[in-house]
């Protein structure tokens, strides 16, 4: 099975008998509010709010939104508010976390607490899924967000995660394109020899459950027609459903082309801790707040 367009998963979302639990960290923010109340409105999720509680019912006010009292946790304070959120969590009090109005590095803090958070002992990844226009099916971007420069083993743990998630999702065999700009493992390219030393892994099954291919370029790995051409052969071309960036910018600049040059919808969360974290950044909009919603409620990662 695999998932052509973001419509498919808010039906399965919308399927599921016991609605998940998102808690909203500092949940005094407008556009977050507003993504969590469309989800909610769609019977998708069912709130928590954790934040100023003055602030958060002006909001709820404003917008006509209606919420009972015992859904709303007053705590101003960002970082007793980031650690309440671990803390409700690990008696599974809710599914998955959603950043408001906090500094990520406050939320994060509390989540990589070696004795009050939820660390799983997994490398702790950015899942970036995109629905682009001018491809057949959704498409895993990682690590666009949290990795910087993975090693080789990072790169392994980022697989791993980005092919669990796919897992959750209902998918058999993810296919993986380790990118980078040629397909032999040149040795003044490191990323290329990665991409063949991580393809050697999945043959040995030390990657399970996908097909790894790499090192591969992108127009490999989107497009058949391409592959033809270059005399290149791999289940993977034109049918990727997760692309491997070398490094952070690599994959940051590649998600944000395809959304502000391609018109691609993005949804996206952290890997690798109990429950997924929704980290969107300040200048997301308010459809990708809610993206991430669902594809966080339509995950089991537990």
């Known amino acids: ?12 979302v919308s399927n599921f008998e016991e609605k998940k639990k998102v808690i909203v960290v500092a949940a005094h923010d407008e556009h977050t509010l507003e993504a969590v109340f469309k989800a909610k409105g769609d019977n998708l999720v069912e709130p928590v709010l954790i934040g100023d509680k003055e602030k958060i019912e002006e909001i709820l006010k404003k917008h006509g939104f209606t ?15 980031a650690y309440k959120t671990v803390e409700l969590i690990n008696e599974k009090k809710a599914d998955f976390i959603m950043k408001g109005k906090i500094q990520t590095a406050d939320l994060l803090k509390a989540v990589v607490d070696k004795e009050k958070g939820i660390r799983t002992g997994r490398l702790m990844t950015h899942f970036a899924i995109l629905e682009v226009p001018a491809y057949h099916k959704l498409l895993v971007i990682t690590d666009g967000g949290m990795v910087m420069y993975p090693t080789l083993e990072q790169k392994k743990g980022i697989i791993q995660n980005a092919v669990d998630v796919l897992l959750s999702l209902g998918y058999e065999k ?10 032999t ?26 097909i790894v291919e790499g090192p591969i370029s992108y127009d490999l790995s989107m497009s058949k027609e391409s592959a033809e051409i270059k005399g290149y052969d791999s289940p993977v071309v034109g049918d ?36 997924p974290v ?17 594809l966080a409620a339509a995950v089991n990662m537990q």
């Open 185 to 210: 493992a040149n040795p003044k390219m490191p990323e290329a020899v990665d991409g063949a030393e991580l393809k050697k892994m999945a043959e040995r099954g030390e990657i399970e459950n996908c």
């Open 67 to 81: 919420l009972g009292e015992e859904s709303i946790i007053h705590i101003p304070d960002e970082r007793e508010a």
């Open 240 to 275: 990727v459903d997760v692309l491997i960036a070398p490094n952070i910018a690599t994959g940051n600049v590649l998600a944000k082309s395809l959304i502000y040059s391609g018109n691609a919808k993005m949804a996206g969360f952290i890997v690798g801790a109990k429950v």
């Open 278 to 294: 929704i980290l969107t950044s300040r200048g997301s909009t308010s459809e990708e707040k809610y993206l991430s919603i669902v």
């Open 1 to 12: 099975m695999t998932i052509k367009n973001f419509q498919q998963l808010i039906e399965r």
């Open 174 to 183: 993810p296919k993986v394109g380790v990118l980078a700009a040629v397909e």
